[in-house]
């Protein structure tokens, strides 16, 4: 298959699995506490003025939309999954949430211009192909306002995992690239298909979707390529943290 071809089918195959277990969100999934995260969000919000507006770009459910809320923001969700930004809906309802607005725009398709003081993008970029890493930046550049800054996560992958995936999926005659886990993606997919119900116990454990890892200094060069500075760095729950300002 040829790669720009299978990229746009496990892209897809991805928001069907998000659709999927969109309902179980806020009851058995997304209630984990993410320390390290939460602490990021609170140098993030430090670094804005009052009544700011703040981008949330791949929110999924709106997991962490209630403390950019509470800290006197304005918010905008987005994300390619149109069942978790239901999902969001239902625990952020409009009439409640006056300042919170949900759309459906993928990162890839994001076209704001100078439009928010912040944003942010929270264990997201690892399901993210190699070839839209730079223009996704290129995007949020241009969505922020001069000075703007951006808060986003990249995972920190297993080296032997992420070696042994790339081996299975070159046997399997993929068209991947090296850091990309993609060998169980397909037959992951089909068990999806086959749930009778959505969000049925046990089921997410076993759920892949693509996922690619960079190296942070392959990050860090996009992130100085697209515009951005990057003013602190660090590392915890699983992910590298970046918080950069739009020069």
Wanted: proline fraction near 5%; include cysteine; aromatic fraction near 12%.
């Amino acid at each position: 298959m040829e790669r720009a071809e299978w990229l746009k089918k496990v892209r897809a195959q991805a928001e069907a699995a998000y659709d999927h277990y969109a309902p179980a969100y806020w009851v058995k999934f997304g209630l984990y506490p993410d320390a390290t995260h939460c602490q990021f969000i609170e140098k993030f919000l430090g670094r804005l003025g009052a009544q700011s507006t703040i981008l949330d770009a791949a929110c999924g459910a709106g997991r962490y939309d209630g403390m950019l809320l509470e800290a006197g923001h304005s918010v905008l969700g987005i994300d390619q999954s149109s069942k978790m930004l239901a999902r969001a809906r239902e625990h952020f309802p409009q009439e409640r949430f006056p300042r919170l607005r949900y759309a459906k725009v993928g990162l890839q398709e994001m076209d704001f211009q100078a439009e928010f003081d912040g944003a942010i993008c929270m264990d997201a970029m690892e399901n993210i192909c190699p070839e839209d890493w730079p223009g996704i930046l290129r995007r949020f550049w241009a969505a922020l306002k001069p000075g703007g800054v951006l808060y986003f996560t990249v995972e920190v992958p297993d080296a032997k995992e992420v070696q042994t995936s790339y081996e299975r999926a070159k046997a399997m005659g993929l068209p991947v690239v090296f850091g990309e886990l993609a060998d169980q993606v397909q037959a992951s997919y089909e068990r999806v298909k086959a749930l009778q119900s959505p969000g049925m116990p046990g089921d997410l454990a076993g759920v892949a979707v693509y996922h690619y890892y960079p190296s942070f200094e392959q990050v860090r060069t996009w992130i100085a390529h697209a515009g951005l500075a990057i003013e602190e760095e660090g590392t915890g729950n699983g992910y590298e943290h970046f918080l950069v300002r739009k020069k």
